[in-house]
């Protein structure tokens, strides 16, 4: 009797129950925000770049004889006399970059670059003639490949092509009693090749150096060397004298440089 009674009560609880749940409100469905989008290196960018630059083949050496009858003595042309140059460099680059793995990106870069490169020196041979020399790099530009492997926000890259620069060279000879007796003067394009590497890392979206809040802007330090190879500049005499002898300049150095760019396709 007691089974029969409470069977049609438990019935009735549960009833109860499932009526008072659909009666409570509803949770709304909130979806999983959605995934961050991986960054990738590819694409194409531009920027600028500053930094220091110096010569590292800092000599320039003479060849030949000065004639006796052009008021030159014989053994008083200078040999070899140092002129370093260093200075200043900063320009602008523009590049494409494509990430063929999640780690491995190759590209290619142009760049452009005002470099203060300017060095006079004078001296005094042993029997009284003054040498002076003058060399001047204005620009330096380079079109190169990068090879690079991606620690994610991390770019570490090897680069090398082709270099060029505006170059001008100049030499004077004057006797020990100051009078002009040769002159030479020669100002060019220079070209060459770059070979180097560097580090380049994508900037979080809330740094200061990061003006546009963006995963675009790239923070690089890169290191290049550079060699734009010889140069001979005849320096002919002046006036009514004859003869000539020659000045042989050279075109090597090293620069360091920080960059920063913007890279579109982020």
Not at 44 to 55: C, D, L, R, V
Not at 73 to 90: E, H, I, S, Y
Not at 166 to 171: D, F, H, M
Request: aromatic content about 12%.
């Amino acid at each position: 009797m007691f089974y029969k009674t409470f069977s049609p009560l438990a019935a009735l609880v549960a009833l109860t129950k499932l009526a008072s749940a659909a009666d409570l409100p509803r949770r709304a469905y909130t979806p999983p925000p959605p995934a961050l989008p991986a960054f990738t290196w590819a694409g194409p960018y531009f920027g600028i770049n500053a930094g220091y630059i110096t010569s590292t083949k800092d000599a320039v050496t003479t060849v030949g004889v000065l004639p006796l009858n052009n008021g030159g003595v014989t053994g008083d042309r200078p040999g070899t006399r140092a002129l370093p140059r260093d200075g200043f460099v900063g320009g602008g680059q523009i590049g494409y970059n494509v990430q063929l793995t999640p780690s491995f990106v190759v590209g290619a870069e142009a760049d452009l670059a005002y470099t203060d490169l300017n060095r006079t020196r004078s001296s005094t041979g042993r029997l009284g003639g003054i040498s002076t020399f003058r060399q001047m790099g204005n620009a330096l530009g380079t079109l190169r490949g990068r090879v690079g492997y991606a620690f994610d926000r991390t770019l570490v890259y090897g680069t090398g092509g082709f270099a060029y620069a505006g170059e001008t060279y100049r030499g004077v000879f004057q006797t020990a009693a100051g009078r002009p007796s040769f002159y030479g003067s020669s100002s060019r394009v220079e070209t060459g090749y770059a070979v180097g590497g560097g580090i380049e890392f994508a900037l979080p979206t809330d740094s200061a150096f990061n003006i546009f809040h963006t995963n675009a802007v790239t923070l690089r330090g890169e290191a290049l060397y550079y060699d734009l190879g010889r140069r001979t500049v005849p320096l002919v005499a002046v006036g009514p004298g004859v003869g000539a002898y020659a000045a042989r300049f050279r075109n090597e150095g090293v620069l360091g440089r920080f960059g920063l760019n913007y890279k579109f396709g982020s």
